[in-house]
């Protein structure tokens, strides 16, 4: 179909001790959605979108991305991660640059831009997520909101086609989430696609065009956020719902 972006087929991902990470998943995912994927812990939301950026190499099944299947061998995985931005629990910045620096790193090493171009474009993104004023400090000058901040508009310099967003607020004091998903939501009003892994239920809820639910491996229910949240099928569902929105 026109509009897919990615194609998952009967995908499983086994580790080698045998944990089964993620078993027959098979999904259709299209451009200019927000897809959120939640689910208890061990659930393997990770490792599914993890797969999605080639960061773990499916067991079993198949990927396609604009009818390309990317789990072949032949595949260039670096163009691939030059379209699909991912964002960490841990940020990943590098520690020895300053953040004018991180963000311009891939710009000019994979891109082949020029310094003065990838400055341009970085500082345009600073300004965007409300840090042009740190572009000179280095990681550990920042809090892990604005480490956060920066790891999103370093993603975003490659000017990818969707972002994976892996647990990105899990790693932040209460404090600090809600600067994040504020970037996030500027980015969901801006039209990016975006596959989300959080515990945020209030930003699926606001944002999501269809959530993804996962347990065990294997995806049990997906719909809009008016089905999930009010009118969930799978007991499973609604069991972890209440787990995370009434945890008392």
């Given at each position: 179909?026109?509009?897919?972006?990615?194609?998952?087929?009967?995908?499983?991902?086994?580790?080698?001790?045998?944990?089964?990470?993620?078993?027959?998943?098979?999904?259709?995912?299209k451009?200019?959605?927000?897809?959120?994927?939640?689910?208890?812990?061990?659930?393997?939301?990770?490792?599914l979108?993890?797969?999605?950026?080639?960061?773990?190499?499916?067991?079993?099944?198949?990927?396609?991305?604009?009818?390309?299947?990317?789990?072949?061998?032949?595949?260039?995985?670096?163009?691939?991660?030059?379209?699909?931005?991912?964002?960490?629990?841990?940020?990943?910045?590098?520690?020895?640059?300053t953040?004018?620096d991180?963000?311009?790193?891939?710009?000019?090493?994979?891109?082949?831009?020029?310094?003065?171009?990838?400055?341009?474009?970085?500082?345009g993104?600073?300004?965007?997520?409300?840090?042009?004023?740190?572009?000179?400090?280095?990681?550990?000058?920042?809090?892990?909101?604005?480490?956060?901040?920066?790891?999103?508009?370093?993603?975003?310099?490659?000017?990818p086609?969707?972002?994976?967003?892996?647990?990105?607020?899990?790693?932040?004091?209460?404090e600090?989430?809600?600067?994040?998903?504020s970037?996030?939501?500027?980015?969901?009003?801006?039209?990016?696609?975006?596959i989300?892994?959080?515990h945020?239920?209030?930003?699926?809820?606001?944002?999501?065009?269809?959530?993804?639910?996962?347990?065990?491996?294997?995806?049990?229910?997906?719909?809009?956020?008016?089905?999930i949240?009010?009118?969930p099928?799978?007991?499973?569902?609604?069991?972890?719902?209440?787990?995370?929105?009434?945890?008392?």
């Amino acid at each position: 179909m026109p509009n897919s972006l990615f194609k998952i087929d009967h995908l499983s991902k086994v580790f080698s001790d045998g944990t089964v990470a993620i078993d027959d998943v098979s999904l259709e995912l299209k451009k200019n959605q927000v897809y959120v994927i939640i689910g208890p812990s061990g659930s393997g939301k990770s490792t599914l979108l993890r797969t999605l950026n080639l960061m773990e190499k499916p067991t079993h099944g198949h990927i396609f991305k604009d009818d390309q299947d990317i789990t072949l061998k032949s595949y260039p995985i670096e163009k691939h991660r030059e379209r699909v931005g991912m964002v960490f629990q841990n940020f990943n910045l590098f520690p020895h640059m300053t953040v004018l620096d991180n963000i311009n790193s891939a710009q000019i090493h994979v891109l082949k831009r020029d310094i003065q171009a990838a400055t341009q474009v970085s500082l345009g993104l600073l300004e965007q997520v409300g840090l042009l004023e740190k572009k000179n400090h280095y990681p550990n000058q920042l809090s892990g909101g604005q480490k956060q901040r920066i790891a999103i508009a370093r993603a975003l310099s490659m000017h990818p086609e969707v972002m994976l967003f892996d647990e990105p607020t899990s790693a932040l004091d209460p404090e600090m989430i809600g600067e994040v998903l504020s970037v996030m939501k500027n980015l969901v009003h801006s039209g990016m696609t975006m596959i989300v892994v959080t515990h945020e239920m209030g930003f699926a809820k606001a944002f999501a065009d269809e959530i993804i639910v996962m347990d065990k491996g294997k995806v049990i229910e997906q719909g809009t956020p008016e089905v999930i949240f009010n009118t969930p099928k799978e007991p499973r569902t609604a069991a972890f719902l209440k787990s995370v929105l009434n945890p008392l």
